[in-house]
Nanobody, 115 residues
């Protein structure tokens, strides 16, 4: 059974940093692509950053130069290093995994940026 589990959210002050992790387990093969999306109250879910198994990355303009996505293919795990956090980064962050068995979502992790 495939599972996608996020961790690492929390409360941080503006200008601070957080690192999110997402592990996809139960798949027969390494992932094709994995990414982070976020959804703030009253807003649509949006792409934050994504990475392919080959290492190609894609970022939302609002997070470029502040966030970095990386991967560990052997562990089917991706990380999102978030620096210089702003109040507008506050949202529930969801991990998305494109696997051999299909596309899966994690349950989400709350990130709150506030003083």
């Amino acid at each position: 059974q495939v599972q996608v589990v996020e961790s690492g959210g929390g409360l941080v002050q503006p200008g601070g940093s957080l690192r999110l992790s997402c592990a996809a387990s139960g798949s027969r093969f390494s992932f094709s692509a994995m990414g982070w999306y976020r959804q703030a109250p009253g807003k649509q879910r949006e792409l934050v950053a994504a990475i392919t198994s080959g290492g190609t990355t894609n970022y939302a303009d609002s997070v470029k130069a502040r966030f970095t996505i990386s991967r560990d293919k052997a562990k089917n795990t991706v990380y999102l290093q978030m620096n210089s956090l702003k109040p507008e980064d506050t949202a529930v962050y969801y991990c998305n995994a494109v696997l051999f068995e299909g596309t899966y979502w994690g349950q989400g992790t709350q990130v709150t940026v506030s003083s």
